[in-house]
C-alpha cells in the first residue's frame, strides 16, 4: 500500500511547480489525463448552493433538499414526477455548457500531444470541449444515455430530444405521462445509464473505449509519459488514482503530477517522479497555459 503525503502550500513553491509542469509536458512523449468531480466543480458545475437553488426552487420547497446530487436518489412516488426532477438534472449537467473554460483550457494544453483521457465524470465536458471521442473513456456511464432498468438488453439509447420535451413541458413537478420512457424490448422503465448498482450496462461503446484505453497504456509503458490526475477524491480510488500511482512506480521515465484543491496527495514511494499542487484546477491549468510568470507573495 503507498504512504501519502500531503502536499504544502507555498506561494514561491506553487510558481516552480507551475514551470515544472509546463515543461514536462511539452517535452512528454505522451499525456494520460485521468479526470474526476473536482474537474467539473472547478469549471462551475457545482451541485449545491445557488445553481441547485436557482434550478430545483419547488424541489427544495416541497422537500427540503440540500443539494442536487442527493436528490436524485430520493424515491419518487411516480415516475412523472422522478424524470420532472432528472430531466432538469439533466438538462443542466449535459445540455448546457460549463460557465467556466475550464475544460477548453486543458484541451489547448494537450493538443497536439499523444493523450488519451480516462474519466468517472459522466456530463460530456470532454467533447463538448473538442477533445476526440476515441481518445475518450467515461467508466461510469454518461447523462446523456437511457438503459432499460432490469436490464434484458446491454444497449444505450441517447435521451437528448425526449429530455428537452421533459424540460419544456412539465408543470407542477410533473412530466406528462406520455414521455416517461420505456424500454423498446421489453416494456419496463427506463433508467440512466450510470454505475449505481450491478444493472450498469457496458455497452458496445464502453467496450470499445475500455479496450483503446488499455492499447494507450500497453503502448507507452515504459515511455516519457505523464499522468495528469485531476480532481479525483477517495471514492473510487481504483479506477485513476491507485492504477496511475502504480504505472508512475514501475516506470522510471514516467510523472504523475495531481492538480486538487483538496486532495493532491503523493506517496512517497513517487515522491521523486512527482509534482502535486493542491490549488484550483482551472486557475492552476490557465497559468501552465499562459506561462505567467514566477510570482512571490
Known amino acids: 500500500m503507498f504512504s501519502k503525503i500531503a502536499t504544502m502550500k507555498s506561494t514561491n513553491s506553487y510558481w516552480n511547480n507551475i514551470e515544472k509542469v509546463k515543461t514536462i509536458i511539452q517535452s512528454a512523449d505522451a499525456i494520460l489525463i485521468g479526470a474526476g468531480a473536482g474537474l467539473s466543480t472547478s469549471a462551475g458545475f457545482t451541485y449545491s448552493g445557488k445553481r441547485f437553488e436557482d434550478n430545483f426552487p419547488d424541489f427544495i420547497a416541497e422537500y427540503n433538499f440540500k443539494d442536487m446530487y442527493s436528490a436524485g436518489f430520493y424515491p419518487y412516488k411516480t415516475l412523472e414526477e422522478h ?84 424540460v419544456a413541458e412539465q408543470k407542477n413537478m410533473r412530466i406528462p405521462s406520455e414521455l416517461v420512457p420505456h424500454c423498446p424490448v421489453c416494456g419496463e422503465p427506463m433508467s440512466m445509464n450510470l454505475r449505481a448498482d450491478n444493472t450498469f450496462v457496458e455497452d458496445n461503446g464502453w467496450h470499445t473505449a475500455a479496450d483503446r484505453y488499455q492499447t494507450f497504456i500497453n503502448r507507452h509503458k515504459d515511455l516519457n509519459i505523464v499522468y495528469l490526475e485531476l480532481g479525483v ?26 492538480i486538487n484543491l483538496s486532495e493532491a496527495y503523493i506517496p512517497t514511494e513517487i515522491k521523486k517522479q512527482s509534482i502535486g499542487i493542491a490549488e484550483d484546477i482551472g486557475e492552476t491549468l490557465n497559468h501552465i497555459k499562459n506561462g505567467l510568470a514566477k510570482q512571490t507573495s
Open 83 to 166: 424524470w420532472a426532477y432528472w430531466s432538469r438534472y439533466i438538462f443542466i449537467n449535459r445540455y448546457q455548457n460549463t460557465p467556466k473554460s475550464v475544460y477548453k483550457d486543458l484541451y489547448n494544453l494537450v493538443q497536439g500531444k499523444d493523450y488519451f483521457v480516462l474519466t468517472t465524470n459522466v456530463d460530456h465536458c470532454f467533447q463538448k470541449a473538442g477533445f476526440e471521442k476515441h481518445r475518450l473513456f467515461y467508466t461510469q456511464g454518461d447523462y446523456g444515455l437511457w438503459q432499460c432498468s432490469k436490464p434484458c438488453h446491454n444497449k444505450t439509447y441517447d435521451n437528448e430530444s425526449i429530455i428537452k420535451k421533459m
Open 233 to 258: 477524491g477517495g471514492n473510487t480510488p481504483g479506477i485513476i488514482k491507485y492504477p496511475f500511482w502504480q504505472m508512475t512506480y514501475h516506470n522510471p521515465n514516467a510523472t504523475y503530477i495531481c
